[in-house]
């Protein structure tokens, strides 16, 4: 009788254990896994291109002078570049140029700063201030008493030397995760303006 038990449990063993014919799983015939698709970005602004009286271009010397204000409406604690918020504006510049870009701050508490980041996708976390131009930030960026206080004004030069899609951003830790960040794009082609929602 204990012969017996065992044969039967030996059977399911080898079974369990997958003994026998391989069976067909059509794992052959299964398409493969895609991967995972990348995080989408927040979406661009596809308004008509315009050009508000803070941007000035001039084809000819190949230049494009920005002013930029921080804090210029209470909305948002006043964290916002030029009355926008999160992308609300994508500031278009020609390849090649030389940009002049003037941060006026009138938040009349906090200090901010400015910067062309390559980040399109996460402003949760301070984009780290390597600017993708030389030249394409403002001093002490991160710090909340040395960076552009409020009141003062602060100038930086670069060539806009690879086309691109980019943003511009306050690196103050908390600031880019409210919003302050705006779309910043250098046109291969020559356009050059400012876009809305």
């Known amino acids: 009788m204990k012969a017996f038990k065992l044969i039967p449990a030996a059977a399911l063993f080898l079974a369990a254990c997958g003994g026998g014919e391989p069976a067909d799983s059509g794992a052959a015939d299964a ?12 979406a661009a602004p ?11 271009v001039d ?6 002078n920005l002013t930029i204000v921080a804090g210029q409406i209470p909305d ?23 940009i002049t870009l003037e941060l006026v701050n009138q938040d009349p508490n906090m200090a ?6 390559s980040e399109l996708i996460n402003f949760t976390v301070p984009p780290t201030p390597d600017p993708v131009f030389a030249g394409a930030i403002t001093e002490n960026p991160q710090s909340m008493i040395d960076a552009t206080m409020p009141g003062e004004t602060e100038s930086i030069t670069f060539v806009a030397d690879a086309a691109g899609n980019y943003s ?16 910043f794009n250098v046109s291969g082609d020559g356009e050059a303006g400012v876009q809305g929602l």
């Open 168 to 183: 511009m951003v306050c690196y103050i830790a908390g600031h880019s995760a409210i919003g302050m960040w705006l779309f």
């Open 31 to 42: 398409p493969a896994t895609a991967p995972a698709a990348a995080p989408a970005g927040p």
């Open 46 to 56: 596809t308004g008509p291109m315009t050009i508000p009286d803070w941007y000035q």
């Open 76 to 98: 948002n604690n006043y964290w916002n570049f030029n009355s926008a918020i999160r992308g609300q504006l994508a500031i278009t510049v020609p390849e090649g140029y030389t």
């Open 112 to 117: 901010h700063s400015l910067g062309i980041s």
């Open 59 to 64: 084809h000819d010397a190949q230049t494009v």
